[in-house]
T-cell receptor
Framework: DADVTQTPRNRITKTGKRIMLECSQTKGHDRMYWYRQDPGLGLRLIYYSFDVKDINKGEISDGYSVSRQAQAKFSLSLESAIPNQTALYFC?????????????FGPGTRLTVL | SQQGEEDPQALSIQEGENATMNCSYKTSINNLQWYRQNSGRGLVHLILIRSNEREKHSGRLRVTLDTSKKSSSLLITASRAADTASYFCATDDGTASKLTFGTGTRLQVTL
């Protein structure tokens, strides 16, 4: 079984709709991250969380919100989706105590906003 | 803004040849990591080199780091078709445990 899972894997939605992307991990890591990937731009950090009560904005947090429901779960919401949020979204985890910032990625969610 | 910039953006080689890709970054770092991404899939960590290290090896991978030039290179020796992927460098500046990724190099290894 995959250590970091994301649901859904693909989603097509319309402008203005609220969307939630979910991430779960069984690695026991304390740190979780949400990135988006656009062609030619690499990965950009949206939000990150060092534990359940510690959530931080990343480089491109506008238009997004997150919820860390438990150590193992970190959700990303688009309150009112817009077409330029069409992208590939990745969740990642890390355990500073063990791997010193090495991140482990989920398989990604491909989101299309029409 | 991107911290790392990879060069070249795309690289096409034949199986058995070596592939070299470079990463330049802008600010001081604690460590630099290389990741691999198969098309549309999640990234996979390959190797980490700390700021006080100059070279590191892992199997067919060799990474160098020159902090005076703020650059790193990843060498894949004796490449295989299965090495076809995008490769990203990521820097950690040590102030918070988050990485800044470069734009990636797309490697195509043909038979």
């Amino acid at each position: 079984d995959a250590d970091v899972t994301q649901t859904p894997r693909n989603r097509i939605t319309k402008t203005g709709k609220r969307i939630m992307l979910e991430c779960s991990q069984t690695k026991g890591h304390d740190r979780m991250y949400w990135y988006r990937q656009d062609p030619g731009l690499g990965l950009r950090l949206i939000y990150y969380s060092f534990d359940v009560k510690d959530i931080n904005k990343g480089e491109i947090s506008d238009g997004y919100s997150v919820s860390r429901q438990a150590q193992a779960k970190f959700s990303l919401s688009l309150e009112s989706a817009i077409p330029n949020q069409t992208a590939l979204y990745f969740c990642a985890t890390s355990d500073y105590r063990r791997d010193t910032d090495t991140q482990y990625f989920g398989p990604g969610t491909r989101l299309t906003v029409l | 803004s991107q911290q790392g910039e990879e060069d070249p953006q795309a690289l096409s080689i034949q199986e058995g040849e070596n592939a070299t890709m470079n990463c330049s970054y802008k600010t001081s770092i604690n460590n630099l990591q290389w990741y691999r991404q198969n098309s549309g899939r999640g990234l996979v960590h390959l190797i980490l080199i700390r700021s006080n290290e100059r070279e590191k090896h892992s199997g067919r991978l060799r990474v160098t780091l020159d902090t005076s030039k703020k650059s790193s290179s990843l060498l894949i020796t004796a490449s295989r078709a299965a090495d076809t992927a995008s490769y990203f460098c990521a820097t950690d500046d040590g102030t918070a445990s988050k990485l800044t990724f470069g734009t990636g190099t797309r490697l195509q290894v043909t038979l």
